[in-house]
């Protein structure tokens, strides 16, 4: 499994990880996206105290499944 996604497609979350978790948030909800649990299991999994990398992650995913 691999992820290739272009710069030009995701160039909004350009320092993306040096955002505040408010500025990720809003980043999150304006793609229309909500944390879920999965998110916060995912996050856990990952050993990220953040929950807005799973929710990131499943993001990203979703986008390379409408893609594919």
């Known amino acids: 499994m691999g992820i290739t996604p272009s710069r030009e497609k995701f160039i909004a979350l350009e320092g993306y990880a040096q955002k505040s978790v ?3 948030n ?3 909800t304006n793609a ?3 944390i879920t649990q999965t998110d ?3 996050a856990e999994f ?3 105290e ?3 990398l799973g929710c990131f992650i499943r993001g990203i995913q979703k986008r390379q499944q409408r893609n594919a």
Request: glycine share 12%.
């Open 22 to 24: 408010e500025e990720r």
């Open 26 to 28: 809003t980043i999150l």
């Open 32 to 34: 229309g996206m909500e």
């Open 40 to 42: 916060k299991d995912l």
């Open 46 to 48: 990952l050993g990220a």
């Open 50 to 52: 953040d929950v807005t």
